[in-house]
């Protein structure tokens, strides 16, 4: 079984910092693509940027830049580091997990029905 926990979410103010964690439960973990997404209510999941088993990473255009991603393998854990936050930031972030390729990720970080494992989210909410 599989579980995502995220935590870090909180409040910041604009053009701050906040670093959000992803721990997983899994003995595979090395061999997952993982991801972070955020969700504002009314629209759909938007990816933030993965991360495959040999860090190959991929970021979305809205947060290139800003929102870096990366992991720590013996921990287990995904981290998504946060800088010069916008109020546009503000969201639910979740961590996600696509154990089906054998840690490859799909080019770009692909829509949230690539992944199978879901944490339940953080929020994160940018003050102006």
């Known amino acids: 079984q599989v579980h995502l926990v995220e935590s870090g979410g909180g409040s910041v103010q604009a053009g701050g910092s906040r670093r959000l964690s992803c721990a997983a439960s899994?003995?595979?973990?090395?061999?997952?693509?993982t991801a972070w997404f955020r969700q504002v209510p009314g629209k759909v999941r938007e990816g933030v940027a993965n991360?495959?088993?040999?860090?190959?990473?991929s970021h979305a255009d809205s947060g290139k830049g800003r929102l870096t991603i990366s992991k720590d393998t013996a921990k287990k854990t995904l981290y998504l580091q946060m800088n010069s936050l916008h109020p546009e930031d503000t969201a639910k972030y979740y961590c996600?997990?696509?154990?089906?390729?054998?840690?490859?990720?799909?080019?770009?970080?692909?829509?949230?029905?690539?992944?199978?494992?879901w944490g339940r989210g953080t929020q994160v909410t940018v003050s102006s």
């Open positions: 996600a997990a696509d154990t089906s390729r054998f840690g490859y990720c799909i080019v770009g970080v692909g829509p949230e029905t690539e992944y199978n494992y």
């Open positions: 899994s003995r595979t973990y090395s061999a997952w693509c």
């Open positions: 991360i495959d088993y040999d860090v190959s990473t």
